[in-house]
């Protein structure tokens, strides 16, 4: 059962329901890049599943399924490279954010959206260590379809 923060947090995930452009840097990568993400509710809206891909080869594909998980919200990450991770995710209205505490490999992440919510400015950072962040891939999000 759902307590009334997760179910909240996991209706509010609907703003990120559509196809998206992205644009983005790395800082080990020289290019820009594009590419696209299209979020889908699984049939009884339990379940958001994201397939992005990436027009530079440096960047994995991915598909993630975000929903409660152990009275959580919690995304599961798949790539094509085969790395499988799970984060902790936390929506409220505005802002996206999602991480994972590992003592030799965190992450996180957190977009925020435009006013109008079609465009999400978000920013990863890495740590090795757990105290030290340095900036990962950095992501502009442009709606491009309609919520579903």
């Known amino acids: ?28 990568l020289p290019d820009a890049i594009h590419g696209r993400a299209t979020f889908a509710w699984l049939e009884g809206r339990r379940f958001l599943v994201c397939r992005s891909h990436y027009d530079h080869p440096d960047v994995p594909d991915a598909l993630t399924v975000t929903g409660v998980f152990d009275d959580r919200l919690a995304m599961h990450y798949f790539d094509s490279r085969g790395v499988f991770r799970v984060y902790s995710v936390e929506m409220s209205p505005g802002t996206w954010r999602f991480w994972r505490d590992d003592a030799d490999f965190s992450q996180r992440f957190t977009g925020t959206f435009s006013d109008d919510g079609d465009t999400i400015n978000g920013r990863g ?15 502009t999000y442009r709606r491009s379809s309609g919520v579903d």
């Open 125 to 139: 950072q890495l740590s090795r260590d757990g105290t030290t962040w340095d900036d990962d891939l950095a992501l």
């Open 1 to 28: 059962m759902q307590d009334d923060t997760s179910s909240s947090e996991l209706e509010l995930l609907g703003a990120l329901v559509g196809t998206w452009t992205t644009e983005g840097s790395h800082p080990l």
